[in-house]
């Protein structure tokens, strides 16, 4: 597989540590707030990178961090006048709901930064004997960048423009602008009760301090594969490798990965810019999670993504399309074993499909050879074509593309859950009508399925509903 790799600049062979074993770190949410749909054009970039890779047949070790202390949750804790743990805990909650709405595959472990304070503590500890950390008078702990030659390889800075012992308070700040960074931040009045004892006196860990250390906690001093969005890249990468590479002398990651910003008119969707939707905003304007993520994930990862309802809406005749196809499969597969092969139209869209994802994950060019093994299906099917078997084997190809996609099955799932009580109540009277032979009964019941938007079809396996 190919990766583009932020640090080279360039395409590379993903070449993992251990022989078929990726272990990832994927930059996780701040937890102050619901995530909008930009954050989540994030993870579903990453989902789709873990996805082919195991779809490739490698084992994935992702750990996706929970920044549960920052400035901006203790400044949200204390507008709520609530302890950080009940702050953050219903955003966690909501997090991992929201999770499970986009079909996002759990990682293998989420730790949550304010479980880590000591191995955060630690490793500031061997900042200070390798000479790259000092005090300054407010308590606060800084890194010295000047002292790391290898400073600004992943953003690409300007040594030149360095100026010694400036310093940087804040976690977010331009490229323009950089300077010593806050590892450990000196308790101030505005921290509240937010507070743990150190070595350097009482504060609080710097962002990008947390995520060094988890990595490491979980991945070990050396890892492969680390991504974000591309807003991470600097300042919060660039000093994630500083503060590991300075405490450890090794490499800190091989391949990184940055995906470009979701849209709104031209501006990065964000919070601070008020121009953002939740996920929870969408669902309630009646959009599904999977047509949701068939806007984020269909388009380069490193190209920047407008967000539109068009796109919306152009996703949801899409899946509707797919979805019907893969009905007919399965109505014509009737349960049959696979046949061995599948015909040439199909091995072309199998391989095109591959190849889309070998190649830096081209999802455009995947969806494209999706929607060809569709077009191609529905013609076999309609010339009447395709052996029950040949149906099975092109459905076990499709469910194949799914489990890059994550856009079909859960779907299926989404729509049988979909049939409301009152219409799964009509069906079943119908059922026991023809099972009775009352036909004229029968008749009025599906009138009136019909007169509600749902359609039954009688097939082998008794009879199915559809949304008109
Ligand atoms: P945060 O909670 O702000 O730390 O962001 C969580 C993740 O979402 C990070 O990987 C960010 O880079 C990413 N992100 C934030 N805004 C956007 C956006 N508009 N488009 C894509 N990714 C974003
Ligand atoms: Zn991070």
């Given amino acids: ?235 919060h990468h660039e000093n994630e490798i500083a503060q590991a590479e300075g405490a450890t002398g090794k490499p800190f990651v091989t391949y990184w990965m940055h995906c470009a910003h979701l849209r709104v008119n031209g501006e990065k969707m964000s919070k601070s810019l008020g121009n953002f939707f939740t996920l929870r905003d969408l669902v309630d304007k009646g959009w599904s999670g999977r047509e949701i993520r068939t806007v984020l994930i269909n388009g380069h990862y490193r190209q920047a993504l407008n967000f539109t309802f068009d796109a919306l809406d152009a996703a949801r005749a899409a899946l509707a399309r797919v979805d019907e196809c893969v009905d007919a499969l399965g109505e014509r597969a009737a349960g049959a074993a696979p046949a061995e092969g599948v015909p040439v139209w199909a091995a072309e869209a199998r391989d095109a499909f591959a190849a889309a994802v070998h190649d830096d994950l081209n999802m455009p060019e995947a969806f494209a050879a999706l929607f060809a093994l569709v077009r191609g299906s529905n013609s076999a099917l309609h010339a009447g074509a395709l052996a029950a078997s040949d149906a099975a084997a092109l459905l076990a190809l499709v469910d194949r593309m799914d489990s890059v996609l994550g856009v079909i099955r859960f779907g299926r799932a989404d729509r049988a859950a979909a049939v409301p009580a009152e219409i799964t109540a009509l069906a079943e009277a119908r059922a026991a009508a023809r099972a009775a032979k009352d036909w004229a009964g029968a008749d009025r019941l599906r009138d009136e399925l019909a007169a509600k938007g749902w359609e039954v079809r009688d097939s082998k396996e008794g009879q199915k509903l559809k949304k008109l």
């Fill in 1 to 235: 597989m190919q990766v583009y790799n932020s640090l080279s600049r360039s395409k590379e062979e993903l070449r993992t540590i251990e022989p078929g074993h990726v272990k990832l770190y994927t930059c996780g949410p701040t937890v102050y707030n619901f995530a909008h749909i930009g954050n989540f054009r994030a993870y579903t970039f990453e989902d789709v990178l873990r996805r082919a890779l195991l779809f490739d047949g490698f084992r994935v070790t992702q750990v996706m961090n929970l920044t549960d202390v920052d400035d901006k949750t203790i400044r949200g804790s204390l507008a709520a006048g609530v302890p950080l743990k009940s702050f953050t805990r219903p955003y966690i909650q909501a997090f991992f709901d929201d999770l499970k709405t986009l079909n996002i595959q759990p990682a293998e472990h989420y730790p949550a930064a304010t479980d880590h304070i000591p191995e955060m503590i630690a490793l500031v500890a061997k900042l200070f004997e390798r000479g790259l950390a000092y005090t300054s008078e407010d308590g606060s702990v800084y890194f010295s960048v000047g002292k790391l030659p290898g400073y600004g390889k992943l953003a690409h800075l300007d040594r030149e423009n360095l100026r010694a012992g400036a310093r940087v308070a804040q976690d977010e700040y331009e490229k323009e602008s950089y300077g010593d960074f806050a590892l450990w931040k000196g308790w101030d009045a505005s921290d509240g009760e937010v507070v743990w004892e150190s070595p350097w006196g009482r504060g609080r860990p710097g962002w990008h301090l947390e995520c060094s250390a988890m990595a490491m906690r979980y991945l070990g001093e050396t890892f492969d594969l680390h991504t974000g969005g591309i807003d991470n890249l600097f300042p």
